[in-house]
RNA sequence: GCCGCUGUGGCUCAGUGGUAGAGCACAUCCUUGGUAAGGAUGGGGUCGAGAGUUCGAUUCUCUUCAGCGGCACCA
């Protein structure tokens, strides 16, 4: 039979040979580092042998699909070192995640990090063992009633639940063995040692909060020990930008337990807040917004009209005054549409434009709370566009270049769409629902960008569109929102005037570009490792003095300065300039003007700006221009 | 909400069954120094909260609150 290599050589082997006698008929290195054989894009375990030909590719560690391997070995691994460490504890699921890998685990008594250095160690001597790793194709009830005589009842659940027919593949590694598709290293020496156990968390079984909670043991894995290093490393400088971390450092807003999940902002924190808010209001008014500002409180027979009280009234803060119960809003949505009934709306008014950047509260379980990233208390830069159903396309499309332009102001330019449709749990006809989801793709598909479906994870009220940006490390946010909704304007009973005389529904699309302000603040202060964008920093220029008799001349400059409207502060402290230097840099400072006898004599000042050594005397006109020019927010 | 871990001055952290310590920060003084930490002195903590065990608890136990890591949730 004939093979053909990926470089379009073609060569005819015997049948029967293995990926491994392949590979060391190449080269003997080749065959060391690999970890698997694609046959026609078929990932088989190095020692099957082969009874077909086609094209065929050599997958070492160093292959993406190779490193899978290697993680989902590194399960495997973990799992025999557990059962032999602990041989009461009931084994579930090990699949690979990003950089590496975890295993579900159930047992009485939990186990804690201190195990780790034991189970390592464990994981480390069955490397050393080179345990062959042998593929066995079993019987459907000779697994189950296998797996159950052992005590596995996780495992024989999963057996049950795999449809008819299916082959049941186990793995058996030394005394180990386990269910699992496959493929994997020929033996356990293949793993090497660049793993590491990293924590421990409980995940419920599949999933679901109804069933028990197991034990999660998360490791990470690669292909050589630099990897793993420069991984590790990675995460250290993760949190060196984690926004919790920085907001403290840079007193930029806190927490604290009286208030779970509601922020107290500090003058640089709220600096940076009112900043963005204003960028926003800057580019709405462009776009023909208004604004508005509705009650934070409003009486639970509005959010029953609503149907936020059936479908979240849990998730809504609740205060009883003398007979009344009000409810704080969760949104900003069915306020607007009080406004929008004032008066006789005409087919004239619409689009009808309205922002608000209102607060908002819901009472997120304790568990999710996370810095400002989760919140119970926060501001949307929220609108709603009330307009007739074929606008819906022509709005949304404009939404998005709006939005796609905002996200480029910040730096965002890698930004996914994920289309939503409708949920189990929702308001509003079939029929309704249809026209929702049929205009809101016809925009999508309108506005030229990549979409992926997101099946049943739309709004109760209607479809969404999600918009998710991937930071400066990577990470993946979703900030921006579209929905599509019939719904509320009809329990509202919003209506208008049309051409013809006759009232009609609007629709209303509810919007967001960056989402909650605090969530937004937070995803930057990361992205930006809290240097953000000059326009954005609370304090754009210090002005620092040598000597105390520059102290005059340093003032002067400073009141220039935000004479010019800039950010400017003084630093008159009785310390070194070094010292200074050090301490405005630690706070990310990016202008320092520094100003001696010297400057002061001649009404100059010399730059330093962060990140650099360079210093630069100028004049003082010349340097407020340029920090006026460095400093301009996008229009 | 669920599982696990954590909670000591403003921050980072050490420590102990006999009511606490470091560095940084802060204050005062000396120093007027030219681009990432000058020196001296000093103030500051009922060890998250409540209960229990104990002659005695910051230390051990329980409860509770909050935070952290996940899971579930995210209109």
């Given at each position: ?274 900043e963005l808010q204003n960028y926003i209001r800057r ?5 023909n917004y208004v604004e508005v500002n509705t009650p ?340």
């Open positions: 039979m004939q093979i053909e290599f990926p470089d379009g050589r073609i060569q005819s082997i015997e049948s029967g040979m293995t990926g491994s006698d392949i590979a060391k008929s190449i080269s003997p290195s080749l065959e060391k580092r690999a970890v698997a054989i694609a046959l026609n894009d078929e990932l088989k375990d190095l020692n099957v042998a082969l009874t077909t030909g086609g094209k065929i590719r050599i997958i070492t560690k160093d292959d993406p699909e190779g490193l899978e391997i290697l993680r989902h070995d590194a399960a495997h691994v973990l799992a025999e070192a557990i059962k032999e460490l602990y041989p009461e504890t009931q084994i579930t699921i090990g699949p690979v995640i990003e950089h590496g890998f975890y295993y579900d685990i159930h047992r009485e008594k939990p186990l804690t990090t201190d195990d780790f250095d034991a189970l390592e160690q464990r994981m480390r001597e069955i490397v050393d063992r080179n345990e062959p790793i042998q593929r066995e194709e079993w019987d459907r009830n000779e697994a189950i009633k296998f797996f159950e005589s052992i005590g596995e009842k996780f495992k024989a659940e999963i057996i049950r639940d795999i449809p008819e027919g299916q082959v049941i593949s186990l793995y058996r590694q030394g005394s180990f063995i386990d269910l699992c598709r496959g493929p994997h290293l020929p033996s356990t020496a293949r793993l090497g040692k660049a793993f590491k156990l990293m924590k421990l968390a409980g995940a419920y079984w599949r999933g679901d909060s109804k069933n028990p909670m197991l034990q999660r043991i998360y490791g990470t894995a690669w292909a050589t020990e630099d990897q793993l290093k420069q991984h590790l490393h990675m995460l250290e400088e993760a949190e060196k930008r984690d926004h919790r971390k920085l907001g403290r450092e840079l007193d930029l807003f806190h927490m604290q337990e009286e208030a779970p999940g509601s922020v107290f902002w500090h003058p640089k924190g709220w600096t940076i807040y009112r580019r709405i008014s462009k776009e934070i409180m409003v009486d639970r027979i509005l959010w029953e009209a609503s149907g936020h009280w059936e479908k979240f009234h849990e998730n809504m803060f609740i205060s009883e005054t003398e007979d009344k119960l009000f409810a704080m809003k969760p949104m900003n949505c069915p306020c607007h549409v009080q406004i929008f009934r004032q008066g006789i709306k005409s087919y004239r008014d619409l689009p009808l434009r309205m922002a608000e950047f209102g607060c908002c509260h819901r009472n997120e379980p304790s568990g999710a709370l996370h810095g400002l990233m989760r919140v119970r208390s926060f501001v949307q830069d929220d609108a709603h566009i009330f307009c007739e159903e074929d606008s819906i396309t022509s709005e949304t499309k404009a939404f998005c270049d709006l939005l796609m332009s905002v996200y480029k102001d910040f730096g965002f330019t890698d930004v996914r769409i994920k289309f939503s449709d409708r949920p189990e749990k929702r308001a509003g006809t079939d029929e309704i629902w249809d026209k929702a989801e049929g205009a809101l793709m016809e925009a999508v598909k309108a506005s030229g960008l990549e979409y992926t479906l997101n099946p049943g994870e739309g709004a109760f009220y209607g479809p969404k569109l999600e918009f998710v940006l991937r930071d400066a490390i990577g990470r993946d946010w979703q900030c921006g929102t579209l929905q599509v909704d019939f719904v509320l304007p009809e329990r509202l009973d919003a209506n208008y005037i049309g051409s013809d005389g006759e009232k009609h529904r609007p629709v209303m699309l509810h919007r967001a570009i960056l989402g909650s302000i605090e969530r937004f603040f937070g995803i930057l202060i990361e992205n930006y490792a809290g240097k953000l964008p000059l326009w954005l920093a609370p304090i754009q220029v210090v002005v620092a003095t040598v000597v105390e008799s520059a102290n005059a001349y340093a003032k002067e400059v400073c009141d220039v300065l935000k004479a010019e409207g800039l950010r400017a502060e003084v630093d008159l402290r009785n310390e070194k300039i070094s010292y200074k230097v050090r301490d405005l840099s630690v706070q990310k400072i990016q202008y320092i003007a520094v100003v001696g006898a010297k400057e002061a004599d001649e009404k100059t000042v010399s730059v330093r700006q962060l990140g650099s050594q360079d210093q630069t005397v100028m004049t003082l006109k010349n340097f407020v221009d340029m920090m006026k020019q460095n400093s301009a927010a996008p229009a």
